[in-house]
């Protein structure tokens, strides 16, 4: 009887071990999943400062209205989000409806975020309990009134916003749908390269087509040749957003924060999906401009800027030198509407972004100090109309607000 119960007690024991065993390999997968969400949703790059604690609160981001900071998600009680439910966290990301009520503005990207799947949610609001809650005040609303009143997002949302899941296309591959997943959801990559409308909402009909965004040009991510990347392999592709370079252009400014925090730690299977998803966007019908004529004055003093500032590291051919420095020949980046980006890197300068797989990154000096605005529109103007290129020409007073955006900052 005694080794009957001794019998009983074992299994018993051994049950309850392997349930508690299975319990641990389950919570451990939700975690991980949940770590996996927040890197394709890049919530580092936002809601952490340079010098702060992760998550806690991020750098002000500048937009047409005024100023917004992202605010402080970690589980701290007061400051963050650790009174808040797994609901509210549903509502923020899909309904921009935060604790309480409280509505959000858009630069949160929850009109993206909305096509995430609740179980994707639920992993990545598992993994947001388990960070560093961090005691951080952050006054996020610093828009003037009364674009303060956050009631006026209900009627935003009403004109502007469908909280609607992702849709797959039965007519496209599984690889496809899931690119397409990653970069209209929790990619959000038209919260920066999508135009916007009078009241800051993405233009749907030109989704990824390019836009102005804190001082830079966002480019087009289509699939333009001429102005978008329509001409880059899908290696090449998945080399930028693994690494930050592909010999084709550096990674810069707000994109080199979505590298170093989001793309350069995905899995290359996803990275594969945006590449074949982005290759079929198409681009708009704009005639492509005429290049400038090698006659043309100020091409004429570009062309000598060029020769003795640029060519050393960017070769008199304009094809660069690899990885180091990016090409500038037959190069769509080059080729934007907007000379906002290039403008900003001649007069700043510019560190490549430092990935695991790119660990020593090339720079680019601020020329500022020696090139006046004329001459830099001149050397712009050059670059974006040699070598296959074809683009408006630059002017001076362009460059001398990117040049007053700067000091002002």
């Not at 858009?106 to 009109?111: L, N, Q, V």
């Not at 990935?355 to 680019?364: E, N, V």
């Amino acid at each position: 009887m005694r080794r009957g119960i001794f019998t009983l007690t074992l299994f018993a024991s051994a049950a309850f071990a392997g349930n508690i065993s299975q319990a641990s390999e389950q919570l451990a997968d939700h975690l991980i999943r949940g770590q996996y969400q927040a890197i394709i949703g890049d919530c580092t790059a936002c809601h952490s400062k340079k010098g702060g604690k992760p998550f806690a609160g991020g750098e002000p981001l500048q937009t047409p209205f005024g100023a917004l900071v992202p605010p402080n998600i970690t589980p701290d009680r007061e400051t963050g989000i650790g009174n808040w439910s797994e609901a509210d966290f549903r509502n923020a990301l899909k309904k921009g409806v935060g604790h309480g009520g409280k509505r959000l503005y858009p630069a949160m990207p929850y009109p993206a975020y909305t096509k995430m799947p609740d179980s994707d949610i639920s992993d990545l609001w598992a993994y947001m309990r388990t960070i560093e809650p961090v005691h951080n005040p952050v006054e996020a609303n610093q828009l003037p009134f009364p674009l303060n009143v956050r009631l006026l997002m209900a009627g935003w949302n009403g004109i502007n916003f469908s909280a609607e899941p992702f849709k797959p296309d039965p007519d496209q591959s599984e690889e496809w749908n899931r690119g397409a997943y990653l970069v209209q959801g929790p990619g959000h990559c038209g919260t920066c390269h999508s135009p916007k409308t009078v009241l800051g909402a993405d233009k749907t009909d030109e989704a990824l087509q390019g836009a102005s965004l804190q001082g830079w040009y966002a480019p087009a991510i289509t699939g333009n040749v001429a102005n978008g990347i329509g001409g880059w392999s899908k290696d090449e592709i998945v080399r930028y957003l693994k690494t930050g370079s592909n010999g084709r252009t550096i990674a810069s400014g707000p994109m080199s924060e979505a590298i170093e925090h989001s793309t350069s730690k995905m899995d290359e299977a996803d990275l594969k999906a945006i590449a074949v998803y982005l290759k079929t966007v198409p681009p708009l019908d704009d005639p492509e401009p005429k290049p400038v004529s090698a006659d043309d004055p100020q091409f004429k003093i570009g062309a000598a800027i060029y020769h003795d500032t640029c060519s050393a590291c960017h070769g008199m051919d304009g094809k660069g030198a690899g990885q180091l420095f990016p090409a500038l020949a037959d190069n769509a980046i080059v080729r934007q509407p907007s000379i906002e980006t290039l403008a900003r890197l001649v007069l700043a300068g510019s560190q490549g972004v430092q990935t695991k797989a790119m660990k020593t990154t090339p720079a680019m000096p601020s020329l500022a100090w020696r090139l006046d605005d004329e001459q830099i529109a001149a050397v712009l103007t050059y670059v974006r109309n040699s070598w296959n290129n074809a683009a408006p020409p630059a002017s001076a007073s362009d460059v001398a607000s990117v040049r007053q955006s700067l000091t002002d900052r």
